[in-house]
């Protein structure tokens, strides 16, 4: 299916990005169907933070629930010194970000499946 698809073409483009092995991973599920994942860890970029959230994705139609909310508030409430990365083209992400505390520090562009993206970095500091 389409959402099948896309969540691997996700989490193969992540997989392919990270060779950090200090990764925490779960699978967001609902009713026994996965419906997102999550992954963070060490930083690949430590000047910026501590932690780094490597994907964090909830299909579509769960989406504007509060369950991102949920997961990010619940897996991370330890860790204050954490960023991540995020296509400025991906406005609800960007949004949910912001509406989550998250902070604006830079931005860079990286080639995703041949096309260049703007990549926008928000930080959650002490």
Do not use: P
Not at 32 to 51: C, L, P
Not at 87 to 97: D, G, I, P, R, V
């Amino acid at each position: 299916s389409l959402i099948k698809n896309e969540l691997l073409t996700i989490e193969n483009y992540w997989n392919r990005k990270i060779n950090n092995k200090e990764i925490t991973s779960y699978k967001i599920l609902f009713n026994d169907k996965i419906i997102g994942f999550f992954s963070f860890g060490k930083s690949r970029k430590e000047s910026i933070a501590a932690y780094e959230i490597f994907t964090f994705y909830i299909l579509q139609e769960f989406q504007k629930q509060g369950i991102g909310t949920y997961v990010f508030k619940h897996l991370l409430e330890d860790k204050t010194d954490i960023y991540v990365e995020v296509f400025s083209e991906n406005k609800n992400a960007c949004l949910f970000y912001e509406k989550i505390n998250g902070k604006k520090h830079s931005f860079f562009y990286d080639m995703f499946e041949s096309k260049k993206m703007k990549t926008q970095i928000y930080i959650w500091e002490n």
